[in-house]
């Protein structure tokens, strides 16, 4: 199946039997059967219409900051978008990227050229194409706000362009990417002028404010919930006595309540777990449900 594979992926280096773990920002997971990472556009699209094309199952991630993965892993193929799809075009207020270019450093990019829209994504740990499939936000900003245009494959492996947020569907943490599967190659944003130390002074203040508010010291796949409809998650979950709460390795983070942290040897089922129970008190003490932020991906138990 390994020859196989890398016949119709071309370029991209074909990994067997690998541990999902070593790809999520969480450090959880089973094994991929197999997993590729393309490093061009072309070796990108040729890889995901040749395996659409032969119904080889498919899974796609970026830099793995938003997924959970089942402890029994992933069947098929799992492409991953990283950096070596890294490529950014910087023309007047427009900067093209490709989808596994890391967001912070998109970030320090426009703020170099002294370009401003984008200092809410200092320190977001994912990647454009992920942070456009999910309309990734932080501090009453998201990235809907600067994306003009699209690039993408479709489920049946042909090139496409989305332009403006009504094309792109752009909902709360949710997008047309994630209702229709499709594949994101690369995002124009469109960018304003501004003074690039202002906006390095913007940008530290809000990398200042995530170490103190988020438990970057250890291993979590972001926001565990998404904000309800009235008040915060984080706050319901500390205010439902949870913070601290822990199941097997997955715990409540002591610093931020809307983190679930893995403190060393945490499964995917501990996760879960440690989920259902935050829903189960959240709704039963404040009668409001939670929706899971993070994506669950693969096999679970």
Known sequence: MKKVLEKLVGSANVLVNEPMKNHTSLRVGGNADFL????????????????????????????????????????????????????????????????????????????????????????????????????????????????????????????????????????????VFQAENWVIIESVFKLKRGDSAEIRAKMDSIIRKRKRQQPLELPNAGSAFKRPKSGFAAKLIEDAGLKGYAIGGAMVSEKH???????????????????SKIQNDVLEKFDVKLEPEIKFVGIFE
């Open 36 to 175: 590729i990472t393309p490093q061009t556009k072309k070796c990108l699209c040729d890889a995901v219409s040749s395996l659409r094309a032969q119904n080889i199952p498919a899974t796609v991630i970026g830099n793995g900051t938003n997924i959970l993965v089942g402890d029994l892993g992933i069947r098929g193929v799992v492409v991953k978008i990283s950096q070596g799809m890294g490529g950014v075009e910087i023309d007047g207020t427009k900067i093209t990227a490709q989808s596994g270019v890391l967001l912070s450093r998109l970030a320090n990019m426009a703020c170099s050229s002294g370009l401003c829209g984008l200092e809410f994504a200092a320190g977001i740990p994912g990647s454009v194409g992920g942070a456009v499939v999910m309309n990734a936000g932080a501090y009453d900003h998201e990235i809907k706000e600067v994306v003009a245009e699209t690039m993408y494959i479709d489920r049946a492996g042909k090139l496409g362009i989305l332009k403006g947020i009504r094309q792109h569907q752009f909902g709360y943490r949710t997008s």
């Open 257 to 275: 309540g809307g983190f679930i942290v893995n403190t060393g040897n945490a499964t995917a089922r501990d996760v879960r777990r440690l989920m």
